[in-house]
């Protein structure tokens, strides 16, 4: 079954310190690729998205994410945590191209002052 | 550009009552999802619509939900004879067709309790 799968309910960095989350797909065609955040009573606002082309994708707020097919995977970072990121973090996958959204179960971010 | 809006905000109901929900697109997006998000979990499709087709509904959408996008702008949800498993928030998102790889754009949801 397709499905997105995110190592770590919770993830807590010290402020200024190098954030690391996990997703990776399912399937062997890969799909296209989405990172969200989500803060507390809000949607969903996209950081980042790959579709085809480079394999690591810079974002908003200084998030980026590298596209590694040999692990199917997604990973998120983002070099230097500030306070403001501290939010939960979705993995998502469209595996139809323009149809549903699969998300994994979520990362919720802490950080650390 | 005024984002994906989604009315009420908050909705507490009696189980067995019956809820609408509303969600306004951005306006020139053709494609319209509708999401389920229990606390701690990510969300789970629900069904989605191109125009005014409803293309694909998942299992998870009873008899008791109904979507409707009738003139392809709005689009309304509604759980009939709530039960208490309906708590949740309902997300609206919304995407323009055509190169493909649109991200969907999401509003703020509807968060529904039961009593």
């Known amino acids: 079954a397709q499905s997105v799968t995110q190592l770590g309910s919770h993830v807590s960095v010290s402020e200024g310190a190098l954030v690391l989350l996990r997703c990776n797909y399912s399937s062997s065609v890969p799909p296209y690729l989405f990172w969200y955040v989500q803060y507390p009573n809000q949607g969903l606002q996209l950081l980042l998205k790959?579709?085809?082309?480079?394999?690591l994708v810079k974002g908003i707020n200084g998030f980026e994410a590298e596209f590694k097919k040999s692990e199917t995977s997604f990973h998120l970072t983002k070099p230097s945590a500030h306070m403001s990121d501290a939010a939960e973090y979705f993995c998502a996958a469209d595996y139809n191209q323009g149809g549903k959204l699969i998300f994994g179960q979520g990362t919720e971010l802490s950080v650390k002052p | 550009d005024t984002g994906v809006s989604q009315d009420p905000r908050h909705k507490i109901t009696k189980r067995g009552q019956n809820v609408t929900f509303r969600c306004d697109p951005i306006s020139e997006h053709n494609r319209l999802y509708w999401y389920r998000q229990t606390l701690g979990q990510g969300p789970e499709f629900l069904t989605y619509?191109?125009?005014?087709?409803?293309?694909?509904k998942s299992r998870l959408l009873s008899d008791r939900f109904s979507a409707e996008r009738p003139k392809g702008s709005f689009s309304t949800l509604e759980i009939q004879r709530t039960e208490q498993g309906d708590s949740a928030m309902y997300l609206c998102?919304?995407?323009?067709?055509?190169?493909?790889?649109?991200?969907?754009?999401f509003g703020d949801g509807t968060r529904l309790s039961i009593l």
């Open positions: 790959y579709t085809t082309g480079a394999t």
């Open positions: 998102a919304s995407t323009k067709t055509g190169s493909g790889d649109q991200p969907q754009h």
């Open positions: 619509f191109q125009n005014e087709a409803q293309l694909e």
